[in-house]
């Protein structure tokens, strides 16, 4: 956590926070900090600065804001994956909002497996604060938007090509011989498979919403590693 | 595992491979093979190609093997990594092994905490086994050289110049305001500073040794999201 994230409901006054739970176990044993320290914090969604412990007990913490820092930017980037088996959706969620992307679509495929929709991690509580602890690992403030898309026909041939039309589309694909376009100036979105990849169906799909085919090269990437690189090819 | 990665123990004939254990388990629970079936194998250090199942029951499972596929080439890139938390450690190490990085350089920081050193996860074994890890998520068969240097000065001093005189050095560090060169074509070394970042002599020290200063952005990001993006940056 190396920004202190604060949710509206967690403020006294304009400029008076009190924590307990998570983040105060945190700020105690993990940061080990003592009254009169200052803190890196946030508002969620706002403004980021820093917050001077007034009170750190076994119950709670009281911090005083001075908060004048707008966040990072986002990146102009839409993350389509998807969704991965529940144990590395948790990794996935968090690390793309610590890259700064601005919207991530969790959408299905065929090797999507059907029980992975109905995990407890597909709950909008557990992808928000997913979301949340990339945000405090990132320091940012700003959620990406975030949308299932659990039919994924409609969702490729009627909403993808709306965001594709506003700058570029990719999708990772092994083998496809193309390289990436070097800088994100445009919007991008970028289309990440499920493990096992997409089937040919999908692709054809996806190639006719605008999506260009990538090539990544021999090597199959974890879903985490593959879009940390991804990002980074087109963000760095 | 996306591949079965062999080692020369492993062959009862030039041409034929008995396994045990976790990849025993993995086949039967996880890959639901029958005898008969082509599996994805590969030498350790050697070539690639399919593994038949002559035999599989709760002792063990036996290949004949058909192997005629060079591995991926490795990316001509050295990962000069200060030592993260022991936690983080495997993942850093598997997911460099499975990105394609031909050598991995452990190395001490300021911020990097005595005891990772004496950690059961440092062991060579250990580091071997998640290298095993990330070259059979990413089907490849090489390990990358994996070298420790206990001493950061020594290292920077005598020996980081010599890699860096072989291509381009860079390490990373916020707020330096530069941006990277684009492609990677002749060898690159570049450094990952531990959890808090390099302290001022040690981002001095790398750059006497002719390292560049690197700006990855206003975000601070996990060790292997970090990586990912960055080789994504170098090599993609």
Redesign the interface.
Known sequence: M?LVLLCPEDLVAPDRALLTGRRLAHVREVHRATVGDDLAVGLLGGKMGRGRLLRLDDEALELTLSLDQAP?PKLPLTLVIAVPRPKVLNRVVA?SA???VARIILVNAWKVEKAYWSSPRMAPENLRQQMILGLE????TVLPELRLARLFRPFVEDELPVLVAQGTGLVAHPASGE??P?ILVAPVTLAIGPEGGWIEAEIQSLLRAGMRPLD???????T??????????L??
């Open positions: 190396n990072p690390a610590s890259l700064g690992q990132a320091k940012d390289s990436l070097r990544l090269g021999p090597r199959i990437l974890r985490e590693t593959a879009l940390a690189a991804l990002v980074g090819r963000a760095f």
